[in-house]
């Protein structure tokens, strides 16, 4: 019987494709929300889930020799929605005032997404200038074992001052 020698020792991890660490999927309680309105900042402590979108305006382009059209960014909107616990009034406040007073208040909420067992650390969105486009008045429910409320509404900017760091996976 042939003596086999270990010439290298292989760790075959090594060939293998990296993927992200279990521990970097970001919590999704774990954050902060703020919002300004005229200048006074609120914890938006209710907060259950919070979404903003921004979706792009595109034209279709005609291209001589293709078939098939282009596609060209004309611009973009953004929208957002949230839900919390029924126990705030700053926003049926605004509402309010609008009725009254045909005044139409313009606000930021500040978003931060902060796991800290993540090591990608934290990323904070601002979205500037939101606009209510409605909201609850009133609610009751007898079967409730808690009242929810929600808003959807519009913002004319964001800005992202604090960002993920990109996962040394991705590199």
Same mark, same amino acid.
């Given at each position: ?7 290298? *020792? ?40 919070? *979404? ?50 045909? *005044? ?40 409730? *074992? ?26």
């Amino acid at each position: 019987m042939m003596k086999t020698e270990l010439l290298m *020792e292989l760790d075959l991890q090594y060939f293998a494709e990296p993927t992200m660490h279990a521990r970097n999927a970001i919590h999704g309680a774990q954050g902060r929300a703020f919002v300004t309105i005229e200048g006074n900042r609120y914890l938006f402590a209710q907060l259950i889930n919070l *979404e903003a979108n921004m979706e792009k305006t595109k034209t279709q382009v005609p291209i001589m020799g293709r078939t098939g059209k282009g596609n060209k960014a004309t611009g973009w909107e953004g929208t957002g929605s949230a839900t919390f616990h029924f126990n705030t009034s700053i926003f049926r406040q605004l509402l309010k005032r609008y009725k009254d007073t045909g *005044e139409d208040i313009y606000f930021d909420i500040q978003v931060t997404n902060e796991d800290k067992t993540s090591t990608v650390g934290s990323q904070t969105t601002i979205l500037i200038d939101c606009n209510l486009d409605g909201g609850l008045v009133a609610s009751l429910d007898a079967d409730a *074992e808690y009242l929810e409320d929600s808003i959807e509404f519009t913002f004319e900017d964001w800005d992202m001052p604090v960002q993920f760091a990109t996962l040394p996976e991705m590199l």
